[in-house]
């Protein structure tokens, strides 16, 4: 599976950006997808995933209510939509790809084995 992230940019304190997640290769309607941040420094955090092909989406807390996982199957597309953002939302955003993922490793990186490159979120205040 390869993944290409796009979408990131700089922008205000209250505004929004939707990074896009491209994948290519062998998905299925086992794959779940998820997007990660990371700052200099820090270990890479769980942002948001949508689990296979049902839909569910689970959130990190303090994300809930501001931004939305989704996707589009028929074009292999994962979107987070960032909605009010805020300054320590400010990181490099990934997002990645496992087709055995089960919900208990949902939020563990490590449990992931396909990166797309980063794009960076830049939220000034």
């Known amino acids: 599976v390869q993944l290409q992230a796009s979408g990131g940019g700089l922008v205000q304190a209250g505004g929004s950006l939707r990074l896009s997640c491209a994948a290519s290769?062998?998905?299925?309607?086992?794959?779940?997808v998820g997007w990660f941040r990371q700052v200099p420094g820090k270990e890479r955090e769980f942002v948001a995933a949508?689990?296979?092909?049902?839909?569910?989406?689970y959130y990190t807390d303090s994300v809930k209510g501001r931004f939305t996982i989704s996707r589009d199957n028929a074009k292999n597309t994962v979107y987070l939509q960032m909605n009010s953002l805020k300054p320590e939302d400010t990181a490099v955003y990934y997002c990645?790809?496992?087709?055995?993922?089960?919900?208990?490793?949902?939020?563990?990186?490590?449990?992931?084995?396909?990166w797309g490159q980063g794009t960076q979120v830049t939220v000034s205040s």
């Open positions: 990645a790809a496992d087709n055995r993922l089960i919900l208990s490793s949902l939020r563990l990186a490590d449990e992931y084995d396909y």
């Open positions: 290769g062998r998905t299925s309607s086992s794959t779940t």
């Open positions: 949508s689990f296979r092909s049902y839909g569910t989406t």
